[in-house]
């Protein structure tokens, strides 16, 4: 009598599959979530692994380092330089600087487009925004907005960059498509930071020398509403879901808990001397404070609002802009020659197992 075993066979070639797959799932990268805080004193950048909240290394860039931005695929973090007149570019595997951009006179803010192709800089001094096109680490062109821009934002379609000129106390507008200013929205004195709402039909505005919040309506590109939450207002982030803000108030060292739908301070958290720039992890369940007259972050709990760690940085920390890296998009797996190799070996198991099977069964 012939010994039929398809229950085996095919128990086998089950996990061979699975084996095959777990190695897939292994072989796809995980990223780091590490914060850069620029430190404008120090000439550096603290990196702190989100993770753990330790420091894990310390980077020199150009002189007196301010506005940060990282990629969406989180691969780099650009840090404009604010006396150098330059941007440099962070391999944020390596953490080691990859390249250096000479921009325009003061950069301040810095923003990625979605895509990754495009970054603006923000250049004070100039009154000015320069392109960099990330492929070739050069500046593409050069476009004026209002006195004294600081922070900037990208559409979520990246068909838009919002610039807040200080000194102009407006918005600019800048179409991509054109690279023109097609737009000055006037706001309360003195805009600082910005943040848009996920589906980018609500820009919010933190504006300093009037200690007042913004929100503009994109699509009419008017000021909607205005409130206040703070003194001095210097950071400025918003949850995934666009239900709440964080406002860095740099005179009353707190992070204000924010309504984004009526404005209202729903909590106030007390932080280090002077907080600037705030970023939430990608989890949304921690926000990072930059404490520029303490050398220290403030590491929040947003469940509990309050503060469970403080970090040591350099001197004067400002980070203002996005400056934690935001967990990569899932990279398509591709199978290497023996994983395909080891796949197909447990197809045909499981095909000749069903064979078998059915050739018993119509014996």
Do not use: K
């Not at 391999?91 to 990754?116: H, K, L, M």
């Not at 920390?317 to 890296?325: E, K, R, T, W």
Request: hydrophobic share 45%; aromatic share 6%.
């Amino acid at each position: 009598m012939e010994n039929h075993r398809p229950g085996i066979a095919s128990a086998t070639s089950a996990r061979l599959v699975g084996l095959a797959v777990a190695i897939l799932l292994c072989a796809t990268p995980a990223w780091a979530q590490n914060a850069y805080i620029t430190n404008r004193a120090s000439h550096n950048v603290s990196v702190i692994n989100t993770a753990t909240g330790a420091p894990i290394a310390t980077i020199a860039v150009g002189q007196a380092p301010f506005g940060v931005a990282v990629s969406p695929s989180g691969d780099r973090a650009y840090v404009a330089n604010s006396q150098s007149n330059s941007v440099s570019i962070i391999d944020t595997a390596a953490n080691t600087v990859t390249a250096t951009v000479g921009v325009g006179s003061g950069p301040a803010g810095v923003a990625v487009s979605p895509s990754g192709d495009r970054v603006y800089v923000a250049n004070a001094d100039a009154d000015s925004v320069s392109v960099i096109d990330t492929a070739s680490d050069t500046v593409i062109a050069t476009i004026g907005v209002g006195d004294l821009p600081q922070a900037l934002v990208v559409s979520p379609a990246g068909d838009y960059v919002y610039v807040a000129d200080f000194w102009s106390h407006t918005v600019s507008v800048i179409d991509v498509a054109s690279g023109l200013r097609i737009a000055a929205i006037a706001v309360p004195l003195g805009p600082m930071a910005l943040a848009l709402s996920p589906d980018g039909s609500r820009l919010y505005v933190a504006s300093t020398d009037s200690s007042l919040l913004s929100v503009i309506d994109t699509a009419t590109r008017t000021v909607i509403d205005t409130g206040f939450v703070g003194n001095r207002p210097r950071g400025l982030a918003i949850s995934s879901d666009g239900a709440r803000l964080y406002v860095a108030n740099s005179q009353d060292s707190t992070v204000a808990v924010v309504d984004a739908a009526t404005l209202a301070v729903t909590a106030t958290v007390t932080v280090g001397l002077y907080p600037w720039g705030v970023s939430l992890t990608p989890s949304g369940t921690r926000l990072y404070a930059a404490n520029y007259g303490s050398n220290t972050v403030s590491i929040i709990d947003t469940g509990a609002n309050t503060v469970t760690d403080t970090v040591n940085t350099g001197a004067s920390p400002a980070a203002l802009g996005q400056f934690i890296v935001a967990a990569p998009p899932a990279p398509a797996v591709v199978p290497t020659l023996s994983e395909w190799a080891m796949i197909l070996f447990g197809l045909m198991l499981a095909g000749g197992a069903a064979l078998r099977l059915h050739r018993r069964r119509t014996a």
